[in-house]
Every structure is written in C-alpha cells, then in structure tokens.
T-cell receptor, first 118, second 116 residues
Framework: AQKITQTQPGMFVQEKEAVTLDCTYD???????LFWYKQPSSGEMIFLIY??????QNATEGRYSLNFQKARKSANLVISASQLGDSAMYFC???????????????FGTGTRLTIIP | DTGVSQNPRHKITKRGQNVTFRCDPI?????LYWYRQTLGQGPEFLTY????????KSRLLSDRFSAERPKGSFSTLEIQRTEQGDSAMYLC??????????????FGPGTRLTVL
C-alpha cells in the first residue's frame, strides 16, 4: 500500500478562489508528522506547513491551513484566496516514528499540479 | 541568502562516467539529507547524516553511490559508472536536528543529472 496518496494529478482554480488539495496516508505508527511542500518549475521544494499526529488543532500558516482528519487518515491542504504565484506542484509527505531518533526520512506522494487561472 | 545550496545545478554526462554533487546546508543545521526525484514522481529518500555520521541508507543507494559529510558541514554525493537510469533531480535538504518532533527539512534547488 502507498504510504502517501495524492489522487488529484492536476487542478485548475480561478484566481482568488480557495482550493483544497487532497492527501491520505497510511501508517500504523501512533507518532508521525505530515508536511506539505510546494515545488515551482524552478525545482526547489518549499516547506509550507506541518501537522503532528498529537496536535490537537489544525495547523495554519498564513493562507495555508491543514484539514487534519486523523480517523480518516487525511491531511488536506487548503489554500485561501489563491494567487497566480501559487501555480506549482504540491507534495504531501510523512515522517513516521517521531519518538525514535534515527527515523528521519520523509515519504512523499506523487504530487498535485495546481494551475491558477487569471 | 542562507538557504541550502547545491552545485552544480545541471550536469550532463556520458554513461559510464563518474559524477560528484555538492550540497551546503543551512548554517548550524546538524542533519543533512539526499533525495532523488524522477519525472512525475515525488522525491525518494536516499540517505541522511547526523553531523558527519551517515545514519541511514535507502536500498535505492546502490554500490555505485557514495555520500560523505567529512566535517559535518557540506556533503558530496558521488555516482560511479553512471547509467541512464540515474538521470534524475538530486535534492539535498537540511534540518536543525535539535527537536525530535517538529524537525523540518529545508531543501536546496537540486542538481539535475542527465546521463546520455
């Protein structure tokens, strides 16, 4: 089974509208972290937002928020008031075993290409 | 700019040649990671260092691949006898390594390798 599943290969959204990018994950570890990264055409992965499995509240960072539904194992990224500069690939990633030093790798999904239409 | 830097940004080589990439992490970051990203896929973990110690290696890191971080600062990734299947973007990331739960990895711009 895939650890991280992003079912939307591509999305087109009108500028200034909100957009939700889906991410579901699979782990039996009780302690894990979920990350979202943005990758513009230049190639650099830009960190956007983090959610820990024990966090009581959904994470927010400016226009980015994370809709974390633990029972459903989903961690959807919500971008409010989309801008042309938001056009990029978006990757969901997970790090498992947070309680164990040495388990540091991120496992990524296949990404969603978001295109903002003026 | 004090982000992660990688050199070269692009490398074209012939099959069978050796290549070496360099990564300079964010200053004072203890952990350094290498990932590989092929077209249409998310990055895949290759290896990571805690200071100068290489603590984890993926099965993707065949015998032809070697990574070093000799003084706990910059790192090099060498690929020997390159194959066309090695063509990919090689991404480096670093993290502070001072927190257990929220240690965030910050990525560099990547080195795009093309093997002819």
């Amino acid at each position: 089974a895939q650890k991280i599943t992003q079912t939307q290969p591509g999305m087109f959204v009108q500028e200034k509208e909100a957009v939700t990018l889906d991410c579901t994950y699979d782990t039996s570890d009780p302690s894990y972290g979920l990350f979202w990264y943005k990758q513009p055409s230049s190639g650099e992965m830009i960190f956007l937002i983090y959610q820990g499995s024990y966090d009581q509240q959904n994470a927010t960072e400016g226009r980015y928020s994370l809709n974390f539904q633990k029972a459903r194992k989903s961690a959807n990224l919500v971008i409010s008031a989309s801008q042309l500069g938001d056009s990029a690939m978006y990757f969901c990633a997970m790090r498992e075993g947070l309680e164990n030093f040495g388990n540091e790798k991120l496992t990524f999904g296949t990404g969603t290409r978001l295109t903002i239409i003026p | 700019d004090t982000g992660v830097s990688q050199n070269p940004r692009h490398k074209i080589t012939k099959r069978g040649q050796n290549v070496t990439f360099r990564c300079d992490p964010i200053s004072e970051h203890n952990r350094l990671y290498w990932y590989r990203q092929t077209l249409g896929q998310g990055p895949e973990f290759l290896t990571y260092f805690q200071n100068e110690a290489q603590l984890e290696k993926s099965r993707l890191l065949s015998d032809r691949f070697s990574a070093e971080r000799p003084k706990g600062s910059f790192s090099t990734l060498e690929i020997q006898r390159t194959e066309q299947g090695d063509s990919a973007m090689y991404l480096c990331a670093s993290s502070p390594g001072t927190t257990q739960y929220t240690d965030t990895q910050y990525f560099g711009p990547g080195t795009r390798l093309t093997v002819l």
